[in-house]
């Protein structure tokens, strides 16, 4: 478990080193807010490092908002780590800026040679929504329009890059449903392409934190949610699909049975074995605000994705 005394920690994202280590990136505000939804404009990236997914040495931040005027001046939210060709990590993010109105949300990337030090790429943002399949400027949910959360991974065919992103469809009600996965590709991690979603709007207002992998053979989208007509099934969801890149029919999503949990995330041990661990929302009837131990899972064409003992 990951806890901080004088911090919220809660969406968050993995990497290993060439050691072994495992690294979390998490997103983190200061207790002193007194109130846990202020937490989301005061967010900065936090760092952790781990041989066990259990025991963590906190490390200095990955990640803070840019100095104003900028894209990014307001807060940085969930991402996702890649390592490159050219062996140097490429951090993925969310960058946020307030237009009066509501949050603008833009995809940028940051780079470092070691997991530690972050020097952003650019003054600008990297991926920006496609009016012509996504809600571009509009108040879509308490956010703003949706584009945010990206989750990058290399092409199963060697073909690039994909990138996920939770997307608003263009025309549709979010809080009705109108949450997508946005979709972009890239040839080499700093040009993308921004493409029709990977998903047709299907109950779910917003798809958070999105991440495909294949556990037991079988390809896994995974996401979360709390808003739409669909969520009062459950929060975190899995969707089987035909390969990483889908397309995902969310006729087929089921909920995962993790209870309390939020933003959870697909985890390798060191034995290659998948855990799930998301972050702990509610203790005693209050926000909680830290990382949960991992869990071990399974998937079956029966049960889904599935917590063990």
């Known amino acids: 478990m990951l806890r901080l005394p004088d911090h919220w920690l809660w969406d968050s ?26 937490r989301h404009r005061r967010a900065s990236i936090g760092h952790a490092v781990s041989a066990d997914l259990r025991h963590w040495e906190l490390t200095a931040d990955a ?40 949050v603008v949300q ?8 070691d997991l530690r030090t972050w020097h952003r790429f650019g003054e600008k943002p990297l991926v920006e929504p496609d009016p012509t399949w996504y809600e571009h400027c509009g108040r879509a949910d308490w956010a703003g329009e ?14 690039g890059w994909h990138m996920l992103v939770t997307a608003h469809a263009k025309g549709e009600d979010p809080l009705r449903g109108g949450g997508v996965i946005g979709h972009a590709r890239s040839s080499d991690l700093l040009t993308w392409r921004v493409e029709p979603p990977l998903t047709r709007p299907d109950g779910f207002g917003h798809l958070e934190v999105p991440q495909v992998a294949v556990v037991d053979g079988q390809p896994l989208l995974l996401f979360c949610s709390n808003v739409g007509e669909r969520v009062a099934a459950g929060k975190v969801w899995v969707v089987p699909g035909p390969s990483v890149t889908g397309p995902w029919d969310l006729s087929l999503a089921r909920p995962v049975a993790c209870p309390g949990w939020y933003a959870a995330r697909l985890v390798r ?17 209050v926000f909680a605000g830290e990382l949960a131990d991992p869990v071990p899972v399974r998937y079956t064409e029966a049960g889904g994705l599935e917590l063990l003992p």
């Open 146 to 159: 949706a584009w945010r959360d990206p989750w990058v991974f290399p092409s199963p065919d060697g073909d």
């Open 63 to 102: 990640l803070v908002p840019a100095d104003a005027p900028a894209w990014d001046d307001l807060a940085t939210w969930t991402g996702s780590v890649v390592r490159g060709p050219d062996r140097r990590w490429y951090l993925f993010y969310t960058g946020v800026r307030d237009d009066g109105d509501h």
């Open 13 to 38: 994202w993995y990497t290993t080193d060439d050691d072994g280590r495992h690294h979390v990136f998490f997103l983190r505000a200061s207790r002193a807010l007194l109130d846990p939804e202020r």
């Open 106 to 113: 833009r995809i940028g990337l940051a780079i470092s040679e």
């Open 269 to 285: 041990d060191g034995d290659f074995r998948w855990h799930l661990i998301g972050f702990v929302e509610e203790r005693d009837g």
